[in-house]
């Protein structure tokens, strides 16, 4: 299933927006690196196609192809980022936060 929003991804539940985007970059840096090579190439598409159409408008053509690059471009990304890195949200969340708090240690 694709998420748009880390909120409605069930391992990331009951954590926080920082918490959440933590848990998310350190999956995608964990990523092997063709996934990372193809993930960025299909970046780079989207970005570079957008900027063509601004660069190649005018007047308030502009400003419609800038909102254009700024919806389109999250909602691009981010369901393949997170699709790629789910099956490590859980192992990742786990090595993340719930080692943070260890055992007092005897003085």
């Not at 933590?22 to 063709?34: I, S």
């Not at 299909?42 to 196609?49: D, E, N, P, Q, R």
């Not at 419609?64 to 393949?80: D, E, K, M, Q, S």
């Amino acid at each position: 299933m694709l998420y748009f929003n880390s909120h409605k991804i069930p391992e990331l539940r009951g954590l926080n927006f920082a918490q959440r985007m933590q848990v998310v970059r350190a999956c995608a840096d964990k990523l092997p690196a063709p996934t990372k090579v193809g993930l960025n190439i299909l970046k780079l598409l989207v970005l570079s196609g957008l900027f063509i159409l601004i660069a190649r408008a005018d007047g308030w053509a502009i400003a419609g192809y800038v909102l254009l690059l700024i919806i389109a471009y999250p909602l691009i990304t981010r369901p393949i980022t997170y699709a790629l890195c789910q099956s490590q949200f859980s192992a990742m969340r786990r090595q993340l936060f719930e080692q943070k708090n260890p055992p007092d240690a005897a003085d």
